[in-house]
């Protein structure tokens, strides 16, 4: 479950993220008046189908996984762009559009020369998903439910998740939830935080930042140290310095994969989660789980945009 | 002067185009149903602003040259994304979008692992570009009228075009056209061969096949020799044999930039045009015209899309 948005993409300078003050690999969101003015300025640009747990999909799906997608577009030409990419990619997606209200979200992606990415979103119809789109069937038939900060920040998106967690865990299902920076602003962090400590949440992944910040610890150990109570599982992706997974007592650790040119590091976190899932799902070990994982990522920052264009499921041979 | 479309492109197997029935290398247009069913059939896709004649148009202002385009978008979400990506290039176009009537036009583009590309043209909007939307001063403050041949065939673009070169040529200026396939179909190359004929035309842009079929020749020298008592000024290109120009009885040749791999020929033609129009603009010579379109086609052809990504300006020099 998360946002189901388009990537709008476009190289950028340095001095370009200065003039509209918008911090070099940060996420904000922008409204849809916020997101013309952006728009007009930005340079010609290549648009995919993007979102974070949607790239998860789409990823996972190209691996081999059985997945499907929660999460809402509009009635129009983007929404129309982003149903056609996850069917096409092998996943199941059937939310119906909303037929007014709202554009499809968009995500308008700058691309520094360093590959570093600087996301502006504008969530529009992705951040009116609703309870009542939560399919139930589908929920308790997945091993794991995958849920994605950025949808809990909106009071529907948040609703809709609890609603899908309630039909995961009646199922005894596994509940998986990727941090964002967002979830860690004030009025997001402590509804997750209760969440995570009435049991919520089996696995969580986050970066490094979102782990000390969702802990309020000061280093990883610290982080592991506060969350391994309340979550079974946990993820933390450091960048070049690799992975880590704290699972039944046990630290397990990769190295990253090293790529000859980072061209664009949209989809990294993403692709990650996909595939450590993919290699969970097939029952491998943590570690493979954990490599699988730093295999897509290397993938999708060589090159532009936040979906794989190799050929995946050679990539990780699972 | 030709179609605003958005390209859909997507990597495809031999067998899907023989699936599909698709002629690999050609250029088909599709009515809207057809086009939804290609489009259902056809792998996840990565959408940009495309069009040949608009795709030239980008080329050139990125090497530096100023450009205006003249065609058809409705007004709607991939009508905003041509529009945007056109200003954002820095090419003038202020052709009012179509309030209703037709969505914006798109090009389905089946890449194959041999980097050729296979074309499928929903025009919509594209191809109602009216005689009315010509504006008179910005054709004849332009010392170059570019013209593409896709927009030939319909009845309201082939208006919109004669009209064009009315004002063009009561201003003393040069009108170049650039053949593609579908002109030289029964029903259009007759009147096309008419307005050559009538010296409507100065300088004419073909690939070998096309130029053949215009003059009725088997052989570039028999195709010259038919052509060059109607037009200035001919330029053929052929593919990895380089490329060939006629002027005021000189032939000219230039050998192709060989590149590390072709990825997708999407905008080769496109983009020599561009090259070679932008050279002739700055007054350079005949040869550093053909050089200068063989560099920026060389470009395009090494990356997936049809217009330039590399910083043009740099790659050319002019």
């Known amino acids: ?138 929920v308790r ?45 004030p009025g997001r962090k402590e509804p997750l935080q209760k969440l995570i400590a009435a049991g919520g949440i089996d696995l969580i992944f986050a970066n490094e930042s979102e782990a000390l910040q969702l802990a309020d610890a000061t280093d990883l150990q610290g982080a592991i140290d506060r969350l391994s109570s309340q979550v079974k599982t946990l993820v933390f992706t450091r960048g070049p310095a690799g992975a880590v997974a704290f699972e039944d007592g046990v630290l397990s650790e990769v190295p990253a994969i090293s790529v000859p040119q980072v061209i664009d590091t949209t989809g990294a976190g993403d692709l990650f989660a996909a595939g450590f899932l993919a290699a969970r799902c097939k029952g491998h070990s943590i570690e493979r789980q954990l490599m699988t994982g730093g295999i897509a990522a290397a993938e999708v920052i060589s090159h532009f945009g936040a979906r794989p264009i190799a050929n995946l499921a050679d990539l990780v041979k699972l």
């Open 141 to 185: 038939a997945a091993s794991i439910l995958y849920l994605e900060g950025y949808l809990f920040g909106p009071e529907l998106g948040r609703q809709a998740m609890m609603k899908a967690i309630d039909f995961a865990h009646a199922a005894d299902r596994t509940v998986a939830f990727t941090l964002s920076e967002s979830v860690c602003l």
């Open 1 to 138: 479950m998360g946002d189901a948005l388009v990537d709008v993409i476009a190289t950028c300078d340095d001095d370009f993220l200065t003039r509209f003050d918008l911090p070099k690999g940060a996420m904000q969101l922008l409204d849809p008046a916020e997101a013309l003015v952006l728009y007009d300025a930005m340079g010609s640009a290549r648009e995919t189908s993007g979102g974070s747990a949607a790239n998860s999909m789409a990823g996972a799906a190209a691996m081999g996984t059985n997945v499907a997608f929660l999460g809402q577009v509009a009635d129009d030409q983007l929404g129309t762009i982003f149903t056609h990419d996850m069917r096409a990619l092998g996943v199941r997606f059937e939310t119906p559009p909303l037929e007014t209200g709202a554009s499809t979200g968009r995500c308008l992606i700058l691309v520094t020369a360093d590959g570093e990415r600087t996301m502006n979103t504008s969530p529009g119809a992705a951040h009116l998903l609703a309870p009542a789109a939560v399919e139930e069937d589908a």
